[in-house]
């Protein structure tokens, strides 16, 4: 691993985080960011086509989330 461009040793994880801790709510954040980015970047290269909706098909809905649920959404 490199830590500011310099190798280091290797190092072990002994704890994760915990429910309660004051971090849970960035790494959801973060982690729910990244499948959105992802979701739209499938969606642009047509490798995922979701559900359009209305009588003209102007909105596309590939992918729904919420606080503690993700809805992929296929055609």
Known sequence: MLVNRCPTDEFY?????RQGNPL?????LIAAEGLNVMM????RANLFSGYKVGQTGDVHISHLQFPDDT???RN
């Open 40 to 43: 739209s970047t499938l969606v």
């Open 71 to 73: 809805l992929l959404v």
């Open 24 to 28: 849970s709510p960035f790494l959801l």
């Open 13 to 17: 994880f002994e704890r994760g985080l």
